[in-house]
């Protein structure tokens, strides 16, 4: 059950800028150490701007200047063998994608060719990515997999511009998940679209994941959504993880008191209690305050939060936290 | 009951395509409703809804079809007729508080312009005060504020910052469209709380238009939930939200997560493939994904129907099909 998929240590990603002769460095992911486990699906909440996006990215191993791998591994593991991605070539990176971990950018409902119809772009896929496939084959593959994912197969026939918002993006997934791949990462599949419309696309990752018995890395700033789908949640703030908890631990008893603000300022239907959200504003990746990121905001700031970052506390089983208030507790434990 | 707004019988129609291949959708059809003194009045529904389109006329940037708004006892405001009175008493707050500011401008001179316009202020020295005020009322102030370019402030403070803009007149109504979706969830609430604290302290009516339930719930007095140009159900947000009628309120309502991992999703929605098709239905828009679509619903557009102080626009609760409401 708690068998690894993938792993980093200590991953540091910045994007190293020259912005008129000065360098620039955004630390967008700052020592990142988390593991996926096989066949369960694990949320990444945090707001724009904190590098939840650019770990995703590294996590996929497309890490493409400005931004640069500082330091820390990234490790896949495939039947038992571990792999560090940093040290494989271009071409067994790219046999790995599809068909071992799938990536759906934020955004993806526009990255369907808009002039051919959505019968090419699969059977293109297909052919690249699966070999000695004829085209009718390919199509056969298409329409059975659209079938089990309970989209109409006439969608086929459609250009991208004839779907619906919503529709578009369940193709994407669709086209993620086509190959069965063991990690699927999907960017905000949730954002910008109506609500009714995201419940269609839960609804779809999860009888995905159910499916395939797969890993879902699922990066969403809407705690309603992680709520409803994610087996595990870590917190990410200004490039790192501050939180990592399992979803009722996360909702029931959030540690961190970023986490808290996050889960105590959400707006609930019965209760009109007034709800606070957290004072001041999140820091720039390219200004980092020194110490805990959170400080400048935090109500419990004391002075080694200033200086010092804290270590991640093991406080439960799948509970663990980076704060100064936790180390403090008897129960803690460094991991 | 006293009126700030009167929203009266208004529908605006939008031609879509060529001449031989003309489509006809009704963004706004038949859509009433008023804003009382005091009052934070959402109007909800998902994108296309037509709360949008409702905002722009109300705001003079587009032109109605039919119907009116009354301000003021005074109907048929055409946009050109449209004079200092009016945008003095209603200012508007927008969804993308990056593009509410020009760039290349500070921030400072958005205010000093309305003051000149509105000419709220004698001399610098009164401006300046007037705005820091007016600054201070959302939780920032003119030193913070001054000489600074848009890049320098974050989406929240920019937001907080157009509302102090929109305060300069001492408005009595804010017309806000989604002000805070592209705020941080960290500081959102900030935000919505503002709204609170401005019709606390100074009476100060909002148009709340959202597509997020659980905010619009949290701050809003009355509710109207809006699908295809239609409102479907309207009254006080306790009654609509937690026992809601209209079998597209009821959709609404599961659809949006619940905070909490227990009260996970169950049951199987169904979606449409084609939007067009709603817009055009005869009778009830809704009447393709209803549940409890019944023959009449197909044909004919149903009545607005009270009930305990809640107006439904649905068939299943007109006096003869009563019994199948529940």
């Known amino acids: ?335 | 009951m006293q009126k700030l707004l009167e929203v009266d019988h208004l529908t605006k129609i939008f031609t879509l395509g060529s001449i031989i291949s003309r489509v006809r959708i009704t963004a706004v059809d038949n859509v009433s409703f008023d804003i009382r003194p005091a009052e934070i009045f959402a109007l909800a529904g998902e994108s296309g809804c037509g709360k949008t389109t409702t905002a722009r006329i109300i705001l003079g940037f587009d032109e109605p079809s039919s119907g009116a708004i009354i301000h003021k006892g005074k109907r048929d405001l055409k946009p050109k007729n449209r004079k200092v009175w009016f945008t003095e008493g209603i200012q508007a707050i927008f969804q993308d508080p990056f593009g509410t500011f020009n760039p290349l401008r500070i921030v400072d001179r958005y205010f000093f312009e309305t003051i000149r316009h509105y000419r709220l202020a004698s001399n610098k020295g009164a401006a300046i005060q007037l705005i820091d005020q007016k600054l201070k009322a959302v939780g920032l102030s003119y030193e913070e504020v001054s000489g600074r370019y848009p890049s320098e402030f974050s989406g929240g403070q920019l937001q907080r910052i157009s509302i102090a803009r929109a305060l300069l007149t001492d408005p009595i109504l804010m017309i806000a469209d989604e002000p805070v979706s592209m705020v941080d969830a960290s500081i959102r609430m900030s935000i919505v709380n503002l709204f609170k604290k401005l019709r606390e302290e100074l009476s100060v009516s909002v148009l709340y238009i959202t597509h997020d339930l659980a905010t619009a719930y949290y701050i809003s007095d009355r509710i109207a939930i809006m699908f295809r140009g239609n409102i479907v159900e309207m009254g006080p947000v306790e009654q609509v939200l937690m026992e809601p009628k209209h079998p597209y309120t009821r959709l609404l309502r599961e659809s949006i997560p619940e905070v909490n991992p227990d009260m996970r999703w169950r049951e199987m929605v169904t979606l449409t493939d084609i939007e067009h098709e709603e817009y055009l239905r005869q009778g009830c828009k809704f009447a393709g994904r209803c549940p409890k679509v019944m023959e009449i619903c197909k044909n004919i557009v149903p009545e607005n129907i009270d009930i305990e102080g809640v107006q439904v626009k649905c068939h299943l609760y007109s006096s003869n099909n009563r019994t199948h409401g529940e």
Request: hydrophobic content about 40%; overall charge neutral.
């Open chain 1, 1 to 335: 059950m708690n068998t690894p998929v993938l792993k980093t240590e200590k991953l540091k990603a910045y994007y190293v800028l020259d912005v008129h002769g000065e360098l620039k460095v955004v630390k967008a992911v700052n020592e990142v150490d988390l593991e996926i486990r096989a066949n369960e699906v694990y949320g990444i909440a945090g707001e724009s701007g904190c590098g939840k996006s650019t770990l995703l990215k590294a996590l996929y191993g497309a890490i493409e200047p400005p931004l640069r791998l500082i330091a820390g591994k990234v490790y896949y593991f495939i039947e038992d063998k571990q792999l560090d991605i940093s040290k494989i070539s271009a071409e067994e990176k790219r046999k790995l994608r599809w068909e071992h971990i799938s990536y759906v950018p934020q955004g993806s409902m526009s990255v369907l060719n808009p002039v051919i119809k959505l019968r090419e772009t699969f059977s293109d896929f297909i052919s690249s990515h699966v070999s000695g496939k004829t085209k009718g084959d390919a199509f056969e593959i298409a329409e059975g997999r659209l079938t089990e994912l309970g989209l109409p197969i006439k969608i086929l026939d459609a250009y991208p511009h004839q779907l619906s918002g919503g529709m578009k993006q369940r193709v994407t997934i669709a086209l993620a998940a086509l190959l069965k791949p063991r990690i699927i990462i999907c960017d905000e599949p949730t954002t910008a679209l109506d609500v009714v419309v995201q419940r269609g696309v839960v609804q779809l990752l999860k009888d995905i994941q159910k499916r395939l018995e797969n890993s879902i890395i699922l990066v969403t700033h809407d705690m309603g959504i992680q709520a409803n789908v994610a087996d595990r949640i870590a917190i990410m703030y200004a490039g790192k993880i501050v939180e990592e908890a399992s979803t009722e631990r996360i909702f029931g008893e959030p540690l961190h008191p970023y986490t808290r603000y996050l889960i105590n300022s959400l707006p609930r239907f019965g209760d009109k209690a007034p709800r606070e959200s957290a004072p001041g504003n999140p820091p720039l990746l390219s200004r980092l305050p020194e110490g805990c990121p959170f400080h400048p905001r935090c109500p419990y700031v004391t002075e080694i939060c200033k200086q010092q970052m804290p270590d991640t506390y093991v406080v439960d089983v799948n509970h663990k936290v980076a704060c100064w208030l936790i180390a403090e507790r008897e129960d803690a434990k460094t991991s």
